[in-house]
């Protein structure tokens, strides 16, 4: 595959601290996104959590 050799080709040639600083805003976006959505898997995750509690109440009876 041309397209990827190519890629690594680039990636070897890219200088360190570009890569670093690319890799930091990458982090930083991802952070913030993450930020944002917390609090919406926090409802998801308790939602599991009673249907998972409730499923046991029934089997227990």
Same mark, same amino acid.
Do not use: N, T
């Given at each position: 595959?041309?397209?990827?050799?190519?890629?690594?080709?680039?990636?070897? &040639? =890219?200088?360190? &601290?570009?890569?670093?600083?690319?890799?930091?805003?990458?982090?930083?976006? %991802? &952070?913030?996104? +993450?930020? =944002?959505?917390?609090?919406?898997?926090?409802? %998801?995750?308790?939602? +599991? &959590? +009673?249907?998972?509690?409730?499923?046991?109440?029934?089997?227990?009876?």
């Amino acid at each position: 595959h041309r397209c990827a050799m190519g890629g690594e080709q680039h990636q070897q &040639e =890219e200088p360190r &601290e570009a890569k670093a600083a690319r890799d930091k805003e990458i982090e930083r976006l %991802v &952070e913030s996104r +993450v930020q =944002e959505h917390v609090h919406r898997y926090d409802a %998801v995750l308790k939602r +599991v &959590e +009673v249907m998972a509690e409730q499923q046991r109440q029934m089997h227990r009876k």
